[in-house]
């Protein structure tokens, strides 16, 4: 497999020679200061292939091209905002960057309770804390509605949570839910999510689909004239939040949309991770069924717990086998060459590694320090290894 890091440009912690030394051949990036639905100019794309491969790495994939909010709900300015990410997908693929990956999240990007869990070695992991989101979503922000989604007995642990939390805990806990995450095209206050919430307040789950099928088939003619594959990215959580729709959390999910706008162009992003938060996915079937749409690989582990909590694991260990995800990937990549396919690699890169050694403390972004992917990068390098010598 092709393994690559992701890279938030000029201003991440991790430099790209630092890539480098981890034996990345690729880096998966973005003009993260132009994600808010402008078409990104041909000059700006050259000028971060250049840095690039300065470094001695190559760029050949996108996280993210961002979907507008007015596409996701085809609202506001929608029609200019498809325009402009065709022209976008035209300018990547005239610098030779030939695979998108992006989501359909609405609102939300990837979601988390806590930035920095502490673990039993000392370091510390990305959380998504099912008490602390319900101490949130109902009683803080008083979402209408809210109570409903929620059972009986959450609420009264949330309750009792919340009473415990100082006034520093609880806007900690916000900025995580709705303030931050990186690369994300906008950030929210209080007022302003609610606000946000309230558009998709009549939004069925189809009616989002449809939405996103509708975005795809103009999108998808495109990618496949200039030779671009799009891989979408599975909702983060895999279940709903805020009351929000959601349409990629599931393999039923994942075949609706290779079925709603059939296409070699229209594929996936397997994060192993991202579907493993949810007790319904079998990550080595879906690689299997879904291993000649499979073109983006997020390679990471979760833990899960009773109550639909998770934690970040390593990469090697938590609920997911993640020697039969590779191990399914790789042959796939096996039948590709056997093709005859110049494109058989499938890239893939380690995802949300922990916070260990060095990097405690640091200023990171959170999920994306250098030491812990690292890491996993060479527990799945060796699995990878392995695999290739035992003969698949």
Known sequence: MKQTWRWFGPDDSVALAHIRQASAKGVVTALHHLNDGRAWPAEEILERK?????????????????????????????????????????????????????????????????????????????????VDFCAYDVLVLKRADAEGDHPAERIEAARARLQAMSNSDLAKLETNLIGWVPAR???????????????????????????????????IPVAEEVGVRMAIHPDDPPFPIFGLPRVVSSEADAAAILAGCPSPSNGLTLCTGSYGAGAHNDLPAMARRFASDIHFAHLRNVTKEADGSFHEAEHLE?????????????????????????????????????????????????????????????????VMRTIDALGG
């Open 318 to 382: 938590g609920d997911t086998d993640m020697i039969a995800v590779v191990r399914a990937l790789m042959a796939e990549e096996r039948r590709r060459k056997a093709e005859g396919r110049a494109d058989w690699e499938i890239p893939m890169r380690p995802d949300h590694g922990h916070a260990i050694v060095d990097d405690i403390g640091k200023r990171v972004n959170p999920g994306y320090s250098c030491i812990g992917r690292l890491k996993g990068l060479a527990e799945l390098r060796g």
């Open 50 to 130: 250049a840095t690039i491969e300065a470094a001695g790495l190559e760029w050949r994939v996108v996280e993210s091209v961002i979907v507008h909010e007015d596409i996701k709900t085809r609202t506001g300015r929608y029609r200019d905002l498809i325009d402009n990410y065709k022209s976008s997908l035209r300018a990547l693929a005239a610098a030779g960057i030939d695979t998108v990956c992006y989501n359909f999240m609405a609102i939300t990007d990837w979601t988390r309770t806590d930035l920095d869990a502490p673990l039993p070695h000392g370091g510390t992991a990305l959380r998504f804390d099912f």
């Open 185 to 219: 095209e906008f950030i929210h206050d209080r007022e302003s999510f609610r606000r946000a919430l309230d558009v998709y307040r009549d939004m069925s789950v189809e009616g989002f689909r449809d939405n996103l099928i509708a975005f795809l088939r103009e999108i």
